[in-house]
Nanobody, 122 residues
């Protein structure tokens, strides 16, 4: 079993920055690709970013490319999402996710966190 706990959400003005963190406990962290999804009110949960097990390959949704950066610290069992140049349309609940590979993670994550709210005001 893997437990994921997000932190770092909040309210920020457009153009600002936030850094989300996800603490992972349970089975060996380095066995899992990690990622972030988000769900805005009334919308489906969408993929945001993913990083492979070794941390040397990342992918992003087109809507966040160049603004968001995903990273992981295998020694600390954490994954971060640095969000810059935030826009009101980035407002959503952000979820951390884990899966055996990036391919699996982008389609059907094995584990989810409880989510953290990010609100961007105009």
């Amino acid at each position: 079993q893997v437990q994921l706990v997000e932190s770092g959400g909040g309210l920020v003005q457009a153009g600002g920055s936030l850094r989300l963190s996800c603490a992972v406990s349970g089975r060996t962290f380095s066995r899992y690709a990690m990622g972030w999804f988000r769900q805005a009110p009334g919308k489906e949960r969408d993929f945001v970013a993913a990083i492979n097990r070794s941390g040397d390959n990342t992918i992003y949704a087109d809507s966040v490319k160049g603004r968001f950066t995903i990273s992981r610290g295998n020694a600390k069992n954490t994954v971060q999402l640095q969000m810059n140049s935030l826009k009101p349309e980035d407002t959503a609940v952000y979820y951390c996710a884990a899966a055996p590979s990036v391919v699996v993670l982008t389609s059907s994550p094995s584990y989810w966190g409880q989510g953290t709210q990010v609100s961007v005001s105009s």
